[in-house]
C-alpha cells in the first residue's frame, strides 16, 4: 500500500477543509456573533494539521482499491474530527462527541441534531453547520478529485468509494472531468435555488443556509422548526421541488445538457423514483385530511414530507409524529427507499428496491419453471451477476446493522419507536425520526456512546457500507502486510 500517497490527499483535503471554514468566519466576523476565535483556531488546526500530513509525503498515480477506500474513509472521519472544532472551541455543545455527531451529521447530508435552541446560535455556526452538508453533498473525494487532478487511474477507485449507488460509471473518458462536470451541475442547481429562495422572501443568509440544506438533501436549517417557521408556500414549493431534484441521478442532468433526451426519458429508475413520490403522497394525504381542511395545503404537506423523508433530507413543515400509524408507518418505510443512485440521498437507493423487487420477481417464476432464464433488466439492459451479488450483501448488511443499532440503542433505555427510527434516521442518512427524536425533537438525550454509534452508522450509511466496513476487517490489513513484505523483497 502506497501510504505516503494516503498520507498527501488526507493532509490537502484537511488543507482544503480549513480554507472552506473561511466562510463561515467571515459570517461569523459580519455578525459579529463571537464565534470569530474559534473558526481561527478550527482553520488554524486543520490546515496545520493537512501540512503535517503533508511532510516527506509524495502524490503517486499508483493507486489501487485498498488506497482508495483507506482514503475516502479516513478523509471522512478526519473532516468530521477537524469539523467539529469550531462546535467546540465555540462551546456551542457539552462534549467533543457532541461536536463530532454535529460534524458527521453535516458532512453526511444526515441533518440529525443535538443542538436544541437554534435561532440562539452564533450565524457563523449555523452557516458552517449548512455548508458542511453542501461540501458532503456531491463528496469531498469528488471535491478533491474536481480541484486537484493528478491521482492518475487511481481517482477511480476513490471515486467509486464514495459515490452512493450499487454501480458507478463515469461521464467521460477522465475521471476529473466527470467529478468537475458533477459540481458544475451541483453548483448551478444551488445558484438557481437561491436566486429563487431571495425572490420568495428570505435573505440572503437564509437562502444561502436552506439551499445547502436541500441540494445536499442534508436538513440543516437556521429555525428550531425547520421550514415550518416561514409559513411561506413560495418557500415551501421552491424547496419542495429541488428536493425533488436532488434525489435524482445527477448523471441524467449531464444527459439533458447534452440533449441526450431518450436517456432521461427511458430511465426507468426515475420513472419508478417519481411514482413512489406521487402514491406515497396521495396515500397520507387521504389519511391526514382530517387535520389539515384546506385541499391545497393537505397535498404540499404531504408531498412535502414524503420527499423530504424518502430523499433524506429531513425538512420539515409538520409535526408528522402526531400523524396516524398509517402515514408514520409510510415515512418509516420511505426511510429505507432514498434518492436514486447518484444523487445526493442516502439510504438503499430507488434502483436497489427496484432491482430486489424484480429478483424475488424472478425466483418465483423460476420456482415454477426451475429450467427457465429469467434475465432481471433494467432500462432493457440485463443486472450483471457481480451487482446482484453486491446488492444482496449490501442489503443484507444494511438490514443486520439496522436491526444490531436499534437493539444497541434500545439497551441504553430508549424506547423502541426512538431506538428503530433514530437508528433508521442515521444509517439512511435521513436526519429526524420519531418519538424522542421526532421532528420537533433532537438527538441530545441520547447517551454519548449512542452518539458515537450513530456517528459511524451515518458515515457507513453515506460511504455504503463497504468502503468502511473493509478497512476495519483483518483481511484487509493481512493482505496489505504481505504486499509490503513482497515488495519488500523485491527491492
Known sequence: MNLNTV???????????????????????????????????????????????????????????????????????????????????????????????????????????????????????????????????????????????????????????????????????????????????YVGLSVLQTVLLLFAGLDLFDSLTHTFGTVATGGFSTKGLSIGAFNNPAVEIIILVFMTLSGINFSLYYYLLRRQWDRVYNDEELKFYLGVIVAATLLIAWNIRGFIPSKVDLLRTSAFQVVSIMTTTGYATANFDLWPALSKMIL?????????????????????????????????????????????????????????????????????????????????????????????????????????????????EIPQVGKLVLSFLMLMGRLELFTVILCFTPRFWQEVRINQRSAHIVG
Open 7 to 185: 498520507r498527501y490527499i488526507i493532509g490537502t483535503l484537511l488543507i482544503v477543509l480549513g480554507i472552506a471554514m473561511i466562510p463561515s468566519l467571515a459570517w461569523s466576523i459580519y455578525y459579529n456573533d463571537g464565534s470569530i476565535n474559534a473558526f481561527l483556531y478550527s482553520t488554524a488546526a486543520s490546515i496545520g494539521a493537512g501540512f503535517l500530513f503533508r511532510m516527506k509525503a509524495v502524490l503517486s498515480k499508483d493507486l489501487g482499491i485498498r488506497e482508495g477506500f483507506l482514503i475516502v474513509t479516513l478523509g471522512w472521519l478526519m473532516a468530521s474530527v477537524f469539523g467539529a472544532l469550531p462546535f467546540v472551541f465555540c462551546k456551542a455543545v457539552d462534549t467533543f462527541i457532541d461536536g463530532f455527531f454535529e460534524a458527521v451529521s453535516g458532512f453526511t447530508t444526515t441533518g440529525a441534531t443535538i443542538m436544541t435552541n437554534i435561532e440562539a446560535l452564533p450565524r457563523g455556526i449555523l452557516f458552517c453547520r449548512s455548508f458542511t452538508h453542501w461540501l458532503g453533498g456531491m463528496g469531498i473525494i469528488v471535491l478533491f478529485l474536481a480541484i486537484l487532478p493528478g491521482v492518475g487511474a487511481g481517482g477511480f477507485h476513490m471515486f467509486r468509494a464514495e459515490v452512493p449507488g450499487p454501480s458507478v460509471s463515469k461521464l467521460s473518458s477522465k475521471i476529473t472531468h466527470t467529478a468537475k462536470t458533477l459540481w458544475y451541475i
Open 332 to 444: 418509516l418505510l420511505l426511510m429505507f427507499f432514498g434518492g436514486c443512485a447518484g444523487s445526493t440521498g442516502g439510504a438503499m437507493k430507488q434502483i436497489r428496491v427496484m432491482i430486489l423487487a424484480k429478483y424475488c420477481g424472478r425466483e418465483l417464476v423460476q420456482t415454477l419453471h426451475p429450467k427457465a432464464v429469467v434475465p432481471i433488466k433494467i432500462g432493457g439492459k440485463s443486472v450483471p451477476d457481480d451487482v446482484l451479488r453486491n446488492l444482496l450483501a449490501f442489503s443484507f448488511i444494511y438490514i443486520a446493522l439496522f436491526v444490531l443499532g436499534s437493539l444497541f440503542i434500545a439497551s441504553l433505555g430508549q424506547d423502541m419507536i426512538t431506538s428503530i427510527s433514530s437508528v433508521a434516521a442515521t444509517l439512511g442518512n435521513i436526519g429526524p425520526g420519531f418519538g424522542g427524536v421526532g421532528p420537533e425533537s433532537t438527538f441530545k
